[in-house]
C-alpha cells in the first residue's frame, strides 16, 4: 500500500526556517504529482504548494511565495518542502499528499489519493 511519511516538523521562532521531507513508498513516485497542504488549530485544511510529477511546475498559495520553495528528488522517491521566514500563522500540522490525475487542480485536497500523517510545525513569536 501506498505510505506518505513526513518529517522535519520542530519548534522554530518567527524568521526562522525549516525543511519539511516526505518520503513515499509503494508508489511509482515519478508518476504522480505532490502536494503540500497545513492546518493550523481550529481551522480547515490549507493548501501550500505542489509539484508535478517531473518537477517541471509548481504551485504556491499566496501566503507561501516568495518564502517557501517544494522540491522533489524522484531517485529518493522524496519531496520536500523548504520553509524560509517562518511566522507565527504558519503554526500548523503539514500534510504531503499524492495525486495521480495529473490534469486535476493541484490546489484541491479532493484530488489528491494518499495522504501522510503529518508533522507539526510550531513558530514561536
Known amino acids: 500500500q501506498v505510505q506518505l511519511v513526513e518529517s522535519g516538523g520542530g519548534l522554530v521562532q518567527a524568521g526562522g526556517s525549516l525543511r519539511l521531507s516526505c518520503a513515499a513508498s509503494?508508489?511509482?513516485?515519478?508518476?504522480?504529482?505532490m502536494g503540500w497542504f497545513r492546518r493550523a488549530p481550529g481551522k480547515g485544511r490549507e493548501f501550500v504548494a505542489a509539484?508535478?510529477?517531473?518537477?517541471?511546475?509548481?504551485y504556491y498559495a499566496d501566503t507561501a511565495k516568495g518564502r517557501f520553495t517544494i522540491s522533489r528528488d524522484n531517485a529518493k522517491n522524496t519531496v520536500y518542502l523548504q520553509m524560509n521566514i517562518l511566522e507565527p500563522e504558519g503554526t500548523a500540522d503539514y500534510y504531503c499528499?499524492?495525486?495521480?490525475?495529473?490534469?486535476?487542480?493541484?490546489?484541491?485536497?479532493?484530488?489528491?489519493?494518499?495522504w501522510g500523517q503529518g508533522t507539526q510545525v510550531t513558530v514561536s513569536s
Open positions: 499528499a499524492a495525486r495521480s490525475r495529473a490534469y486535476t487542480n493541484p490546489r484541491y485536497p479532493s484530488n489528491y489519493d494518499h
Open positions: 509503494g508508489v511509482t513516485f515519478s508518476s504522480v504529482a
Open positions: 509539484i508535478n510529477s517531473d518537477g517541471g511546475s509548481t
